[in-house]
């Protein structure tokens, strides 16, 4: 589990240097470039970031072996999640141009998850998948855009699916009968492994 813990770690500071244009194949020159990048506005959660990369990057460097408890590695697990959906967040809101508040405020909002993709060959690809599919109000939008709706519920809010505005969403993204979490997560795996 700290393995996996301090992968996360460096996938947060992995992320932010992406996005910024300034990843490098070494750990420790990321680690350099991560100290050095400035924060833009609406980035307070940038240092939690830099720091949890920073021991990410020890533990790569130097990995050993953990006498923590279950109970502390599931804090660590909890803090590490919240804190990727803000990056997530925030790379949405920098590739979309808009200002998501929440998982739920990015899945409900109307706006395109995959701009740009031709809207021809979205219905094309929607035919290929099922001809029931080019009656749905988005048969000319990307499916891999169903996933990215249903990904951010389904990972960090999945105690919402008992608000039928979101689990009505979900079912309609999946293109699911049922609203448990189970057939919804089972319906996201088929679609995931088709669009990958």
Known sequence: ??????????????????????YHWSCRERARRLAALHPGEGMGWFESVRLEHAEGVEFKLWPHQTDRTAGQL??????????????????????????????????LHPASKCPGTPVLKNWLVNARLSVRALGSFNAFRYPRERLLRALPILLWQPATLGDGRVRRCLQRELRVAGGDEAGLLAAYTRLWQVFR
């Not at 700290?2 to 910024?20: F, S």
């Not at 590490?80 to 979309?96: F, G, K």
């Open 74 to 107: 599931e804090k660590d697990f909890v803090r590490i999640t919240l804190l990727m959906r803000r990056v997530w967040l925030w790379l949405e809101r920098r590739r979309l141009g808009t200002n998501f508040l929440s998982p739920i405020d990015y899945a």
């Open 1 to 22: 589990m700290e393995r996996n813990l301090a992968k996360a770690k460096l996938a947060l500071g992995d992320a932010v240097l992406t996005a910024c244009g300034r």
